[in-house]
């Protein structure tokens, strides 16, 4: 099992990226995905999520509007699509998979590591003020 992400870079103030996260070793379609993200020094924070079947979304509330989470399932891969990035997005992009497929994603504000069946190191998003 394995999730790899990409698409972090340093943006300004406004700016927009595209993450993604490639999966592979599992049955993509089956499961719900995550991202979540780790500023410099500070905790886990969840940011949305995507269920396996129905596709509905779910947004943490600072980035409702400004991110979209989608998947392609064809492909088993990922996408965060970031829009209006500001300083206090700046953090480690981490996509991660529920620990059973089937199940409904994990939507916790302040969720842990064991929350998840698995994660991927990340990618680096730095947006300059």
């Known amino acids: 099992v394995r999730l790899v992400e990409s698409g972090g870079k340093l943006v300004q103030t406004g700016g927009s990226l595209r993450l993604s996260c490639e999966a592979s070793?599992?049955?993509?379609?089956?499961?719900?995905m995550s991202w979540v993200r780790q500023p410099l020094g500070g905790d886990l924070e969840w940011v949305a999520s995507?269920?396996?079947?129905?596709?509905?979304?779910f947004y943490l509330d600072s980035v409702k509007g400004r991110f979209t989470i989608s998947r392609d399932n064809a492909n088993n891969t990922l996408y965060l699509q970031m829009n209006s990035l500001k300083p206090e997005d700046a953090a480690v992009y981490h996509c991660?998979?529920?620990?059973?497929?089937?199940?409904?994603?994990?939507?916790?504000?302040?969720?842990?590591?064991?929350?998840?069946?698995?994660w991927g190191r990340g990618t680096q998003v730095t947006v300059s003020s």
């Open positions: 995507i269920s396996a079947g129905d596709g509905n979304t």
């Open positions: 991660a998979r529920t620990k059973r497929p089937r199940t409904p994603p994990v939507v916790t504000i302040t969720p842990s590591w064991m929350d998840f069946g698995t």
């Open positions: 070793g599992f049955t993509f379609s089956d499961y719900a």
